[in-house]
């Protein structure tokens, strides 16, 4: 399996120092407000997906005082052939650099193809509330893992849609903006053809999970996955084509893989709509749990699973249901609470617990 097996971070956010062994199953870290949880998980989400979840501001995750912070972590894979990674980076208001086993890469893709990792937080039900984007990472989080191809094709898409957008702005003459289609077109079929082999085989993991968390829920889910151009038109060429005055006015490209979008219903019901918001909290755990299976069953090597302030909207017995899945499912997961007693420890020999204080860390 794949494990952080050791974490550094060094001037980064509260933490001046932190230094950690992690285990293969439970990491717990307890600590008061602003004691340093977030920053914790915000630091390893950083590292292994090059955003933050809370500021764009790179000044703003370096410790004040200090010109630049570095995240450092060992990682182990447990499938043969065994093998160990270095990954690290060191972040100034200027530079970033990343490195990979002592050499500097440039491409973030190489640190989160050794680094699978999935987060969830108190804002992950926005995920349901918010607009197309963060759903489209999620189907692509699972298509850049599984599809090889993936990766390239999503890269040339956004290459060439830059170029098209680029030639709506400055109003070039139709036959220069039409340039693009044909390529734009065939990214757009090649993208949506592997998103909808996957979000396919996920669907049946997701149903299972939604019934292992919320067996109250009677409605059947439905799982509608929307390419990003009506199903109605004859080809995307033609939409394209009838509809470049409208994307003259509005500067942008209206249709293709880059507008795709996943909607979630129960029964008739939108799932932000008929779900409470401990419901929705579960659900989108039932979403990260289907695609931890799903990586663990295609790559062999499991995801790590990030959760910050897991008892958040959660009630016991869903605190505990969750903890098990995770159990089940063998996989690392990195979990914060204000609180011990909130956590059911469902593995103790596979468990570690850690104590965080104004940015410092113990082992309990
Ligand atoms: N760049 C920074 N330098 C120093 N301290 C910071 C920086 N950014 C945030 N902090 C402080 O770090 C503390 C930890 O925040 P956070 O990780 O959100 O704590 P928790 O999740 O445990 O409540 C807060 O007190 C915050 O003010
Ligand atoms: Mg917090």
Redesign the pocket.
Known sequence: MTQLTRLQLQ?????EQINCQLCSGLNLFI????????????AIWLLATGRSF?SRLI????????TETVIFAELQSHIKPYSNHRIGMQRSAQNMTLRLDGETIRAQSEIAQKLPVQLLTPESHRLLEEGPKARRQFVDWGCFYQFPEFIQWWRQHKRLLKQRNQALKQRLPALQIQLWDTQLVETSLQIDQLRRRYVETLTPLIETYCQALMPELEQTLGCHYRPGWPKSADSLAQLMQANLNKDLQLGHTQYGAHRADIRFRFGNYEALQTLSRGQQKLFVCALMLAQAQLHQQVTHEPAIMLI??LPAELDLLHREKLMELLDNLQIQHLV?S?AQSLIPIINPENSQIWQ?K??KLNAL
């Open positions: 001037a980064f956010r509260n933490a600590g008061d407000n602003a004691a340093g949880k977030t920053s914790l998980i915000e809370r000044h703003q995750l370096i410790q004040h005082d200090k910050d302030d914060t204000t965080l104004k940015g």
